[in-house]
């Protein structure tokens, strides 16, 4: 607006939109396209994506702690953004959005991490020392209790909360759709199709952000394991030259156990790391990366 003065028709100036508020409904898609792909596995039981649950909830909780960031950094006074919760305006969408915001991050994806981490938290609790020992006491909340029936009811409260968390998806993302619909200046967005658009998009941006993120975790986690699984294979090897090199009438007789050992290992070891390192190489005939 540098330069404008009087008065000016509509449209005589264009206002461009910063690379903050592009960044802000992608990152809401990444949000509910990864708790879509968690609500796969665990209310409609698709076992393919099940190693990907636990990654994908905190995958989208992670994304959701900083979707507000590019508002907040785009607008001139952040410091008054808590006022749309304390004065909200009935026919804003965006303070409408807050609420929205606010139900899903603390009823929907937090009360569903802590239910399916609570197991591990009481542990870490009853294991762990000092000032880490309060931190996971308290997050607790004073259950700690953890037996069959107990994690049974977890597991069903938390399927509730899934549940009742895709419509809450949709209409995290949705709401970013409705406001590019109604914007009548521009004819590209200006249609009720909008919201189907953007769930869709948020759909296909989610599960492949995850995929992704899933690809590297393993590839990182493949090179650990081939690491510990040679530095185990020398040992074992070592011991059985050490076995082999004693004397001649322990090996008159029956084979030794450990040497039965070193060398089902040994060869179990010289036939699945190669095999594993020609899987992560790009295969020359189909031209993509095989993960493992």
Not at 164 to 175: D, E, N, Q, T
Not at 217 to 222: I, P
Not at 231 to 238: H, L, M, T
Request: charged letters at 15%; glycine letters at 6%.
């Amino acid at each position: 607006m540098n330069g404008v003065e009087g008065f000016m028709y509509p449209n005589e100036v264009e206002f461009a939109w910063s690379v903050l508020i592009v960044l802000y409904p992608y990152i809401t898609g990444l949000v509910a396209g990864a708790f879509i792909l968690a609500s796969l596995e665990r209310v409609f039981h698709v076992e393919a994506v099940k190693p990907t649950y636990r990654l994908a909830l905190l995958t989208a909780l992670s994304f959701l702690l900083v979707a507000p960031l590019p508002l907040q950094l785009h607008l001139g006074h952040p410091e008054r953004s808590p006022e749309m919760y304390f004065t909200p305006h009935s026919t804003s969408a965006m303070a409408m959005f807050g609420y929205v915001y606010l139900w899903y991050l603390m009823a929907v994806l937090v009360f569903e991490i802590w239910l399916d981490y609570r197991r591990d938290i009481v542990l870490l609790s009853q294991k762990t020392k000092g000032l880490t020992r309060w931190i996971y006491k308290i997050m607790t909340m004073g259950s700690s209790n953890i037996s069959e029936r107990s994690l049974h009811i977890d597991e069903r409260v938390g399927w509730v909360v899934t549940l009742v968390g895709i419509p809450s998806a949709f209409m995290l993302h949705g709401y970013v759709g409705f406001i590019f619909g109604s914007i009548k200046a521009n004819p590209w967005w200006s249609s009720p199709l909008m919201p189907v658009v953007f769930i869709f998009s948020a759909m296909v941006s989610g599960i492949a952000g995850v995929m992704v993120l899933y690809s590297l975790l393993r590839e990182a986690q493949g090179k650990s394991d081939r690491r510990a699984a040679q530095k185990a294979g020398d040992e074992n090897r070592s011991r059985g030259m050490r076995i082999i090199s004693s004397p001649s009438r322990e090996r008159n007789s029956h084979p030794p156990r450990d040497l039965i050992e070193a060398n089902c290992f040994g060869s179990s070891f010289f036939w699945t790391v190669p095999l594993q390192l020609v899987r992560s190489k790009p295969s020359i005939r189909r031209g993509y990366l095989r993960p493992f």
